[in-house]
């Protein structure tokens, strides 16, 4: 079935190096795209979005990369700090639909 | 903070227990929703509300009873629950439903059923 799913379910990064958290969805007609990051104990919290006319988009510290010909998504993280430590979920908006379908998240941990 | 807020944060109940999770947004937000996490699974929409009426119901069981009584509180109603239903229950807002925009969570409510 059309899913979003992610390569790596855990991701070990030293702190100060750059972390990328990739993810693949199988629906070409999605056309809007969300990173959260989820901490211990709390609820998922809004990263950065893109859309499908964008193949790139940047904000503090991250940046989201869209790939549609392979349809990939890519969350790039610079100098990763302890405070990064969590688990990303990218999420998918399907032209047409009044969801967001999720991944099952890779947990990132930061190595101090 | 996100503008959700969801009550209690945890909640032990029997499986003869009636309780209820309460969320609110205080974003102005039109849609709101109920999400099931389960560990190690993607997280699951249960129920989306839009300007007060349920637009979508995705196969949950009975026991679960949704109720919006304005488009800023969204209930969660719940009885004979079985053991397989604790997880987190995350409830999110957006502004409208037709997509295109993020969706806002609660800091979700831990519930285990005994």
């Known amino acids: 079935g059309e899913s979003v799913g992610l390569h790596l379910p855990t991701l070990s990064v030293q702190e100060g190096d750059n972390s990328i958290i990739n993810c693949a969805y199988s629906?070409?007609?999605?056309?809007?795209f969300i990173w959260y990051k989820q901490e211990s104990g709390k609820g998922p919290q809004f990263i950065i979005d893109?859309?499908?006319?964008?193949d790139k988009r940047q904000g503090q510290r991250v940046t989201v990369l869209l790939n549609k010909t392979v349809k990939h998504l890519s969350l790039q993280i610079a100098a990763t700090q302890p405070g990064d430590s969590a688990v990303y979920f990218c999420?998918?908006?399907?032209?047409?639909?009044?969801?967001?379908?999720f991944g099952k998240g890779t947990k990132l941990s930061v190595i101090p | 903070e996100t503008g959700v807020t969801q009550t209690p944060r945890h909640l032990v109940m029997g499986m003869t227990n009636k309780k209820s999770l309460k969320c609110e947004q205080h974003?102005?937000?039109?849609?709101m929703y109920w999400y099931k996490q389960s560990a190690k699974k993607p997280l699951e929409l249960m129920f989306v509300?839009?300007?007060?009426?349920?637009?979508e119901n995705n196969s949950v069981p009975s026991r679960f009873s949704p109720e919006c009584p304005n488009s800023s509180h969204l209930f969660l109603h719940l009885h004979t629950l079985q053991p397989e239903d604790s997880a987190l229950y995350l409830c999110?807002?957006?502004?409208?439903?037709?997509?295109?925009?993020?969706?806002?969570f609660g800091q979700g409510t831990r519930l285990t059923v005994v």
């Open positions: 974003l102005g937000h039109n849609a």
């Open positions: 999420a998918e908006d399907r032209a047409g639909s009044y969801q967001l379908t």
């Open positions: 999110a807002s957006s502004q409208e439903i037709t997509g295109g925009t993020e969706a806002f």
């Open positions: 629906n070409s007609a999605s056309d809007y």
């Open positions: 509300y839009s300007l007060e009426e349920r637009v």
């Open positions: 893109i859309r499908s006319n964008m």
